[in-house]
């Protein structure tokens, strides 16, 4: 029901199947304090009288499909996540682009010259993922202890203690936005989140608008 904007800890999480960064969202509900020594969330599948999921009328099939087999075969620790997330990347990245490419080749075989008009290099996609803005010294200095003492720390329980400390400086500086406006520097993550780093801000961000949306801007990996 609460996604986000709210800071409130539950025990367990029940959630439909979404996109793998959704699900990653999801799991900061639960024993986000630390109170408790595990916390569970359990996700499944609704679907409709004729078996069709309702996730994929909210985020699309492809990335339902990908989540699914991201997720197949089991349980999953916290430590899993940085894993999870890049490999769903990949997989997002790698269907777009072949989808494109046949549709691309269909339409030179059939002479749809109007179609291949159309063509851009970075596709549209539903899903959003976070991104800390390197905005300031300050915004460097919160990065650089968010590496030291949550992403290379090996003991959860310390990671989530460490992640506590500094999580609403950490915050002040994360946006979400969609994962088309990331593709220029979204090879560089640590643990869940994506990095803008300061000497490329001017290039991504601006102070009043947030992330620029120019087309022109982005990078085909």
Known sequence: ?????????????????????????????????????KGLVHVFQLTDERGNLFAS???????????????????????DFPDLFQRY????????????SREIWQSIQNLNFEKLDTFKLIMDLPNYVDVFVEIDEKASRIWERYEREVVEEKDLRIKKMNYLKIRRAFREYVVSVPIKS????????????????????????????GMKRDESSWIML
Do not use: W
Request: charged fraction near 35%; glycine fraction near 8%; aromatic fraction near 8%.
């Open 182 to 209: 990331v593709k220029g520097f979204i090879e560089d993550t640590k643990g869940n989140m994506v990095r803008l780093r300061r000497e490329r801000v001017n290039d991504y961000y601006n102070e009043e608008t």
């Open 1 to 37: 029901v609460i996604e986000a904007g709210v800071d409130i800890d539950f025990d367990r999480v029940y959630r439909d199947i979404a996109p793998v960064d959704s699900i990653i969202q999801a799991c900061g509900r639960c024993n986000r304090n630390s109170e408790r020594g």
């Open 89 to 100: 990347l990949r997989e997002v990245r790698n269907k777009i682009s072949q989808d494109r």
């Open 57 to 79: 009328h909210i985020y699309g099939g492809i990335h339902i499909d990908i989540a699914n087999r991201v997720f197949e075969g089991g349980t999953f620790e916290e430590k």
